[in-house]
Nanobody, 121 residues
Framework: VQLQASGGGLVQPGGSLRLACAAS????????MGWYRQAPGKQREFVAS???????KYAPSVRGRFTISRDRSRNTAYLQMNSLRPEDTAVYYC????????????????WGQGTQVTVSS
């Protein structure tokens, strides 16, 4: 599986961005697709994920502001980010996972390249 992320950029506080993650290759192996982020000097952290059957999971810091969706026909996951804050500034990584167990909501089997999101006035 290969993942290609896109959609980062510079946005003012309160603004919105949409990230996309296109999967190719053995996409039938994928259960969950998700997003992680890493801010300067910090560890990579989970942001959101969506499993094949439709359930979603969000980090508390983004719940209510971010929405993850998947277009199965295009093998693409999206992260709609609204009400962005300076603390959302990070490199965002898309990921995918094959597992269906309790770790399914934290996909880490495959990774895309990062895309920078900067929230600043």
């Amino acid at each position: 599986v290969q993942l290609q992320a896109s959609g980062g950029g510079l946005v003012q506080p309160g603004g919105s961005l949409r990230l996309a993650c296109a999967a190719s290759g053995s996409v039938d192996e994928i259960n969950a697709m998700g997003w992680y982020r890493q801010a300067p000097g910090k560890q990579r952290e989970f942001v959101a994920s969506k499993v094949r059957r439709g359930d979603t999971k969000y980090a508390p810091s983004v719940r209510g502001r971010f929405t993850i969706s998947r277009d199965r026909s295009r093998n693409t996951a999206y992260l709609q980010m609204n009400s962005l804050r300076p603390e959302d500034t990070a490199v965002y990584y898309c990921s995918a996972g094959r597992t269906y167990d309790s770790n399914a909501y934290y996909p880490t089997d495959w990774w895309g390249q990062g895309t920078q999101v900067t929230v600043s006035s």
